[in-house]
Every structure is written in structure tokens, then in C-alpha cells.
């Protein structure tokens, strides 16, 4: 795993990073190529969300008919 190097950062930059507040570096490192797990954009996830959600519907309606056939 690769690490940056802290060398010539400001320490205003480093007492906002440490802190609450937070600068938009750290949140940035989620999308980079330097952060670890699968890559799969918001696009991929929102469909794949959404045929399951569909998916789970249909089951739910096929066994609705299923009981309704049966009995």
C-alpha cells in the first residue's frame, strides 16, 4: 500500500484535517484510485439495488398467486 508523503504541508492544513471540521481531501480519497475495495460508481449500485428490490417484489407477487392457486 502506498503512503503520501506529509513533508511541506502548512500546519493550518494539518490542525483542519485533524479536527471536525475536516477539508474535502479526506472525503475525496474514497474515490481514488489509492482507496482499497471494489470499484463500482453509484450508477452500478442504484441499478443493481433496484432489480433486487424488483426481484423481491415478483417473488412476493408469485407467491401470492401461487397461495391463491393452491388453497
Do not use: E, Q, W
Not at 513533508?7 to 471540521?21: H, I, L, M
Amino acid at each position: 500500500m502506498r503512503r503520501r508523503r506529509l513533508g511541506g504541508v502548512s500546519s493550518s492544513v494539518n490542525s483542519s484535517a485533524g479536527g471536525g471540521g475536516g477539508s474535502g481531501n479526506n472525503m475525496l480519497r474514497f474515490y481514488t484510485d489509492d482507496s482499497p475495495g471494489l470499484k463500482i460508481g453509484p450508477t452500478v449500485v442504484l441499478f443493481t439495488s433496484l432489480c433486487f428490490i424488483g426481484f423481491v417484489a415478483a417473488l412476493h407477487v408469485i407467491g401470492k398467486f401461487y397461495r391463491f392457486k393452491s388453497g
